[in-house]
């Protein structure tokens, strides 16, 4: 199983970026998949998850009304689009699947992260 994430760059504030997560090696399309970040010299966050039929979407409130989560179960495919972006959200993201329905955790599947970086 491999989730490999893709996107990041180099942006100014207030700036666009589109991430995307590929997962293979098995489907994903009944579990929970999620974004997270990790700012430089800071803990993983939490960004934004998504239930498998995409009915239901959680952001954190430092990117509600910014950023949109979706994803694509036909194509195994997670998705954060990102807009009027800030220096605050410079971090590398990472995407994950929640492999047993118990929220996030170490032990589940977690992509190698993509770096955005937002300049002011």
């Known amino acids: 199983v491999q989730l490999q994430a893709s996107g990041g760059g180099l942006v100014q504030a207030g700036d666009s970026l589109r991430l995307s997560c590929a997962a293979s090696?098995?489907?994903?399309?009944?579990?929970?998949m999620g974004w997270f970040r990790q700012a430089p010299g800071k803990g993983r966050e939490f960004v934004a998850a998504?239930?498998?039929?995409?009915?239901?979407?959680n952001y954190a409130d430092s990117v509600k009304g910014r950023f949109t989560i979706s994803r694509d179960n036909a194509k195994n495919m997670l998705y954060l689009q990102m807009n009027s972006l800030k220096p605050e959200d410079t971090a590398v993201y990472y995407c994950?699947?929640?492999?047993?329905?118990?929220?996030?955790?170490?032990?589940?599947?977690w992509g190698q992260g993509t770096l955005v970086t937002v300049s002011s």
């Open positions: 994950a699947v929640d492999t047993d329905g118990s929220g996030f955790s170490s032990d589940d599947y």
């Open positions: 090696g098995r489907p994903f399309s009944r579990n929970v």
């Open positions: 998504i239930v498998w039929t995409g009915a239901t979407k």
